[in-house]
Nanobody, 124 residues
């Protein structure tokens, strides 16, 4: 079965940090471009970060530049999202997604596989 599974979400105070993981099973992440998306209540799903297959080049939304970092561990078939300096506006469900054909696309329809999402809540 081909799937992505996110983990690492939770409740964190403003200014805190979290690391999300996105583990793949049934396929090799190395061949896929990976996007991290988030969706807050009442808002559309937005891409915050992507990392290209092979080259490892990255693209960050302005709202997370300097605070979030994406990395991949091909040996573990896992991609990570390190989030620092979190603020309440970062509260959302975070999803990872994989695509073969669209490098760092912001369009959700271009992604072949999606995780189930993990809740991140930033609150004091």
């Amino acid at each position: 079965q081909l799937q992505l599974v996110e983990s690492g979400g939770g409740l964190v105070q403003p200014g805190g940090s979290l690391r999300l993981s996105c583990a793949a099973s049934g396929f090799t992440l190395d061949y896929y471009h990976i996007g991290w998306f988030r969706q807050a209540p009442g808002k559309e799903r937005e891409r915050v970060i992507c990392i290209s297959s092979r080259s490892g080049s990255t693209n960050y939304a302005d709202s997370v530049k300097g605070r979030f970092t994406v990395s991949r561990d091909n040996a573990k078939n896992t991609v990570y999202l390190q989030m620092t300096s979190l603020n309440p506006e970062d509260t959302a469900i975070y999803y990872c997604a994989a695509t073969r054909g669209y490098d760092c696309s912001a369009y959700v329809g271009h992604y072949d596989y999606w995780g189930q999402g993990t809740q991140v809540t930033v609150s004091s």
